[in-house]
């Protein structure tokens, strides 16, 4: 499995961006799931957002709700997350995952997730 991450970019605190998740190399069945994680320096790697692979079902991380949506194109077997409204405790790394073999279930931490991007930057300023 190939995880491309995009979108990644200096925002203004308040601001919105969009990251980019596209996965490919091996078949999915509707019960896998692609996840969007970050990580702070100096902090462990943090759940934000997790996707259904069919996109029937999302689940939402506490410290980014109400302003983080993730949505998946299926053709182009494409993961996006919205953040909105960025303040200064959302900047980090910020990585996608896939759990092949989910079983229609959420995962919430990163060592249940064998497929990783390699992470997009997301520097927020005030």
């Known amino acids: 499995v190939q995880i491309t991450e995009t979108g990644g970019g200096l925002v203004e605190a308040g601001g919105s961006l969009k990251l980019y998740c596209t996965a490919s190399g091996s078949p999915y069945s509707s019960g896998d799931s692609m996840g969007w994680f970050r990580q702070a320096p100096g902090k462990d790697r943090e759940f934000v957002e997790a996707?259904?692979?069919?996109?029937?079902?999302?689940c939402i991380g506490d410290s980014v709700k109400g302003r983080f949506t993730i949505s998946k194109d299926i053709p182009k077997n494409t993961a996006y997350l919205q953040m909105n409204s960025l303040i200064t405790e959302d900047p980090a790394v910020y990585y996608c995952a896939v759990r092949l073999g989910s079983g229609g279930y959420f995962y919430f931490g990163d060592y249940e997730y064998a497929h990783w991007g390699q992470g997009t930057q997301v520097p927020v300023y005030s």
């Open positions: 996707i259904l692979d069919n996109g029937s079902q999302r």
